[in-house]
């Protein structure tokens, strides 16, 4: 799969539920209405999707949510999936978790061919941990990680950076990480769906992060590579890894291999832009694939170049509508 730009669509994340047990301030609001079931792939519609994708030349496959470890059977998905790492038309199985249910499924991802996960967390203090969070409970993703590095997974921390809110935190969260093993990727807050606050106040450019820690630590450019679009460094001093993903001070669309799934079906070709194909409908339309292959091609020929994300003062509004747990995170 080519895009009008001549980028190869390789990477494919896929929402597998819209829900989760946090709610996060950045991401959702507390009073979040979900989607109903009927409305929501079976974890067969989406096998049947990913392997789709796969045999069009994706190599790499996220699963993410919403939390994607509360789908009810989401371990006969990912194990089903699994077989594409074995016959070698998949590259790579990950997923991207809070942590909640990592103390539960840890070995079962390991046994099942996963070997790196992305796990959000924002804060190394428990109480700020909750209030960022809302209903998250940081002893028990504490107690997730320790059970998926004794399963011997890979794992990145995802940090979303808040001004005035856990920005004080982000060396000591790298120096946690670090002296972990793990590598640390911070994330600029994007704007996408309506949420309680404003995303004006919590918007810190890493720039400005990046900044900062050069005149404490020695970074080093690599041309390290996970198939996503953080940019990453070497911290000289820990040894250790750090990405930057910056939507907004300096976009990575000119390298994007990626587009998403959403839980109902939907393809997005660009995670900032609206524009959409319904999956769903011939998905269902047909037990043979010809007609989703064909609306497949049909939506990565008008891949867009890049997003159009903007946060400031006048622009009220959020840049995209949907939240990015419908998205896919």
Known sequence: MTDPFGRDISYLRVSVTDRCDFRCVYCMAEDMTFLPKREVLSLEELDRLCSAFIGKGVRRLRLTGGEPLVRKGIMGLIRSLSRHLQSGALDELTLTTNGSQLARYAAELADAGVRRLNVSVDTLDTDRFRAITRWGDLPKVMEGIKAAKAAGLSIKINMVALKGINEDEIVPMLEWAHGEGHDLT???TMPMGEIDGDRTDQYLPLSEVRARLSE????????YKTGGPARYM???ETGGRIGFITPMTHNFCESCNRVRITCTGMLYMCLGQDDSADLRAPLRASEGDELLSRTIDEAIGRKPKGHDFVIDRRTNRPS???HMSVTGG
């Open 186 to 188: 911070l994330i600029e």
């Open 216 to 223: 404490r630590f020695t970074l080093t450019g690599i041309p």
């Open 234 to 236: 070497r911290i000289e």
């Open 320 to 322: 995209v509508s949907r």
